[in-house]
């Protein structure tokens, strides 16, 4: 089956440092990649939808400077939180489709941010 | 109105119990289902994915979507401690779209 692997799973960062999270795709081609965020127990709420070698589409409310997006190959993308602060602690999932619906969406583990 | 509505429970049952969960939408256009399973701090799990209406039966799961009532279930036969989590349905009108979710429904199995 698809697999997409999402690493860091946990992350400590101090305040004002940046991370980065990568999410790839391991054996399919991931024409569209999307970022969530889930606060505790609550549903996955969409930040971004990015294509391959296109710039992505932020939700409404997300910053796109804050939360940089990067789908530079089809196997491959990244999320940088820029200059972290204590509020974007969060648990942050990418998704991955190949487009076709071949194997619906696939996610990856998630990463647990926690800035100090 | 949201446009995927779930009970988030929690919803508790006896080992070995048939357990149903269910969503209901309003986009006449969503034509993908799906059913994620989700375990504290982890990514959710594809379950179940169906296209339109119709059953789709695997294993101790049975997916059933009535697109005219715009209603969708998962059955979980035989329910197992290990069932216990929280089951994300989710949905769109193509699949290349982001997908709609309900806001999940938790589940505890108890042996």
């Known amino acids: 089956g698809a697999v997409v692997s999402q690493h860091p799973s946990r992350v400590i960062c101090k305040s004002g440092t940046s991370v980065k999270i990568e999410c790839r795709s391991l054996d399919f081609q991931a024409t569209t990649m999307f970022w969530y965020r889930q606060f505790p127990k609550q549903s996955l709420m969409l930040m971004a939808t990015?294509?391959?070698?296109?710039?992505?589409?932020?939700e409404q409310g997300v910053e796109k400077d804050k939360f940089l997006i990067n789908h530079a190959s089809l196997t491959l993308s990244t999320l940088t939180v820029t200059s972290a602060h204590p509020e974007d602690s969060s648990f942050y999932i990418c998704?991955?489709?190949?487009?076709?619906?071949?194997?619906?969406?696939?996610f990856g583990s998630g990463t647990r941010l926690t800035v100090v | 109105q949201k446009e995927v509505e779930q009970d988030p429970g929690p919803l508790s049952v006896p080992e070995g119990a048939i357990v149903s969960l269910n969503c209901t939408y309003s986009?006449?256009?969503?034509?993908?289902f799906m059913w994620y399973r989700q375990y504290s701090r982890k990514g959710p799990e594809l379950l179940m994915y169906?296209?339109?209406?119709g059953n789709k039966e695997d294993g101790r799961f049975t997916a059933q979507v009535d697109k005219s009532s715009k209603y969708i279930s998962l059955f979980i036969r035989d329910s197992q401690p290990s069932d216990s989590a929280t089951y994300l349905c989710a949905m769109n009108s193509n699949s290349g779209y982001a997908l709609n979710f309900g806001k999940g429904t938790s589940l505890l199995v108890t042996p």
């Open positions: 986009n006449s256009a969503f034509q993908y």
């Open positions: 169906t296209y339109s209406s």
């Open positions: 998704s991955a489709s190949d487009g076709q619906g071949t194997y619906g969406y696939t």
């Open positions: 990015s294509n391959e070698g296109s710039k992505a589409t932020y």
